[in-house]
C-alpha cells in the first residue's frame, strides 16, 4: 500500500465565503477531508495531511511560497511514495513550472490540483479532482510535477491555466496530456519524462528581478530603456505568432546591445499558446535574435519564467544561462532535432 502527502496551500477548494469574498479557511477544509468517506475507501492510498501557514489565493504566491513546498516536498521526500499539493488555480501552472525545475531528479509524482468551485459548494469539482490526483500520486506511474485537473493529467512545465470558469481551466496547447481520467485512467506513458537515475535534491531559487512584457500594436520599445537596469536580471517577451514584434523603429538593437552589457537576458515566448516561437522565419522577428535574445521555442511564459529564476540560481554567467534556456532541461520544451 503506497502512502502519500497531502498539502494544502490555499487556493478556491479550501475558501468558503466572507462578506468580501471566498477566503482560505484551514478548519473547514481539514474537517471536510477528514470527514470525506471516499478518501477512507480501500481504492485510495494512505495518507497524511498538512497545510502551509498561511493558506493564500494562489495570485499572491511568491517565489518565497514555491521555495517553501519545495522544501516540504524534499522534507518528506524518503516518507512518501506521492504527493498531493492543493493550490489555487490562478498560479497553479507557474508553481508546477517552479516545482519542476526547483525539484531536481524527482522520482515520484508530485500533482498539484485545486478547484473552479470550493469544496464548501455543492457543484465543487474539488472533490474528483482531489481524489484522483490522490490515485495518480498513489500509483507512482507517473514521476514528475503534474497537474491534474477536470480529467486532464498534464505535465506542469507545459501547462497554462486556460479558463477561468470551465471544470477543464488547464491546457498544455504544445504537448500531448499524460492521462485522461474517464471511467479509468488512462495513461499515455510515451509521453511521460524519463527518469534520470541522480539523486533527489530541492534547489530552493533565489528572489531575482525578472520582468515579463507583452508586445502589442503601437508599443514603444523606447519607452521600457528605463527599466531595463543592471537590477534586471530577465525579461520575457510575448511576442506575436513565431516571435513577432511590431516595427521597432530601430531603437531595439542598441537598446538590448546596452542592456546585454548589463548581463539581462532576453527570452522570446509567443502570446499564442500553441506556438514555437522561430525568430528567423519573418523578418519582423529579426530584431531580437541580432541583438542576441534566446528563442523561448515552445515554452510556456510560466514555464520560462520559472527557468529563468532556475538558471540565475544555477549560474552567474549569462550566456551560460541563455544556452542552457534554450537546453530541455525538465520536459519544458521540443529540443529543435524533435520539432
Ligand atoms: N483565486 C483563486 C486562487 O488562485 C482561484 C482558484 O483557486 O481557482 O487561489
Redesign the pocket.
Known sequence: MSKILILHT????GMTRTPDGYKPDGAYFRNAVFHMDSLKSHAMPEWDFMETDPL????RMTVAEWNMIGKIIAENYEKYDGFVIL??????AYTASALSFMLKNLNKPVILT???IPLCETRSDGRDNLITSMIIAGEGKVREVCIYFGGLLLRGNRSTKYSADGMQ?FQSPNYPVLANAGISIQYNESAFLKQSMGRFECKPFAEVPIGVIKVFPGFRFELFESIMTDRLKGVVVETFGSGNIPDDKGVLLPMLTKAKEKGIVFIICSQCPQATVDMSTYEAGSAFRKAGAVSGSDMTTEAAVAKLYYLFNVYDDAERIKFSMEQNIRGELTPKEDL
Not at 490555499?10 to 477548494?13: R, S, V
Not at 493564500?56 to 495570485?59: I, P, Y
Not at 493550490?87 to 497553479?92: A, S
Request: aromatic share 0%.
Open positions: 490555499g487556493g478556491t477548494i493564500l489565493d494562489s495570485s493550490h489555487g488555480t490562478d498560479t497553479m485545486g478547484s473552479q481551466a
